[in-house]
């Protein structure tokens, strides 16, 4: 092997290590299998979302993960290996991973991290089962504006009785 396709290996591997330290959220994949059609609709989902996704070699991720300080991972990169890697939304990759998963049977998602710690594949479903974002702000503003919603129709009760009497 010449010095410079190992130097550019070398820089691969800090490129991914970046990544994988950079990530909210990492999900692995074995896209094997899928037809044209079925990964450039995968691919553009992700892309929509933010989620960058490539195929790499097994030993590049393997040697970036231990460079980001993601031991444990090593036994997820076996066989054809896609990454999905995710900056902002943690969830955004294991949602739209799983739910393609379901349609397309040749998708097996292998494990992953979630902000800086390895996670195992039922890990990965779970988060993909939570709510967006968007859908756990709604729910936490919901959850705060219920004490007030509850004042306003307690006092809205007091003044009809009030009148009522009057």
Same mark, same amino acid.
């Given at each position: 092997?010449?010095?410079?396709?190992i130097a550019k290996k070398a820089e691969l591997v800090e490129v991914v290590a970046e990544k994988m330290k950079a990530a +909210?959220? *990492?999900v692995?994949?074995?896209a094997r299998g899928l037809t044209v059609d079925q990964d450039t609709v995968?691919?553009?989902n992700l892309r929509e979302s933010g989620v960058e996704y490539k195929v790499i070699k097994n030993s590049i991720l393997r040697r970036a993960a231990e460079k980001a300080g993601l031991e444990g991972m090593e036994n997820v990169f076996v066989g054809p290996t896609a990454v999905a890697f995710s900056n902002?939304?943690?969830?955004?990759? +294991?949602? *739209?991973l799983n739910d393609f998963s379901k349609t397309a049977e040749a998708l097996e998602i292998k494990g992953g991290a979630i902000e800086g710690a390895v996670a195992s594949k039922?890990?990965?479903?779970a988060l993909a089962t939570l709510p967006n974002r968007e859908g756990l702000l709604s729910m936490l503003l919901s959850v705060l504006q219920a004490p007030v919603r509850n004042v306003a129709y307690a006092v809205k009760a007091v003044a009809e009785s009030k009148e009522g009497a009057a």
């Open positions: 092997m010449s010095q410079a396709s +909210a959220s *990492i692995v994949v074995d995968l691919r553009r902002e939304d943690v969830i955004a990759p +294991a949602k *739209i039922e890990e990965i479903v």
